[in-house]
């Protein structure tokens, strides 16, 4: 028994050893190459006025998006989890899609309407297996946002 519980508590170890999912505050003074070496490279690196901004979707049914910030020495300044409700809230009809994609990240799935708009889904962490959705047109702008449900939830919600 007492080799199991050994085996277990290195298995543990060597499993938290590998890339994380979320970024947490030890992070925060550190340099680009130890976030990556944490969390693994970024989906995309987005360059700001001052510094950068590394985009971290975790999918395609991760309910987290998290951008973590550099300064101009590459340094993090802070990182945040963008998928949230006061987001959603700051997206309207007629922003452009690129400014929906800076301000939440890439959508981690879309489908096709028939009438050639696209509707990204942004799962997130809520109580109500709810997705929220942009509705893109084919000018490149918000048509609509709206909520829709998790497809890996019961069609019965």
């Not at 049914?61 to 951008?67: C, D, I, L, Q």
């Not at 300064?71 to 899609?97: C, H, S, Y």
């Given at each position: ?61 991760g309910k987290s998006t998290f951008f973590v910030f ?63 959705q942009v509705q893109v047109s084919s000018n490149g ?17």
């Amino acid at each position: 028994m007492r080799t199991f519980i050994q085996v277990l508590c290195l298995l543990t170890v060597t499993l938290a050893g590998c890339v994380n999912f979320a970024p947490d505050n030890s992070l925060v003074g550190r340099d680009r190459s130890t976030v990556i070496a944490a969390m693994g490279p970024p989906s995309l690196e987005r360059q700001l006025p001052t510094g950068s901004r590394m985009e971290y979707p975790r999918g395609p049914f991760g309910k987290s998006t998290f951008f973590v910030f550099l300064d101009k020495d590459n340094k993090v300044t802070r990182w945040e989890n963008v998928l949230i409700t006061q987001n959603f809230e700051k997206i309207f009809p007629g922003m452009l899609a690129t400014d929906v994609e800076f301000l939440i990240g890439q959508s981690k799935s879309s489908f096709s309407l028939s009438n050639h708009h696209i509707v990204w889904e942004y799962p997130f962490s809520n109580s109500t297996c709810k997705v929220f959705q942009v509705q893109v047109s084919s000018n490149g702008k918000v048509d609509s946002t709206g909520y829709g449900y998790a497809p890996e939830c019961d069609s019965s919600w």
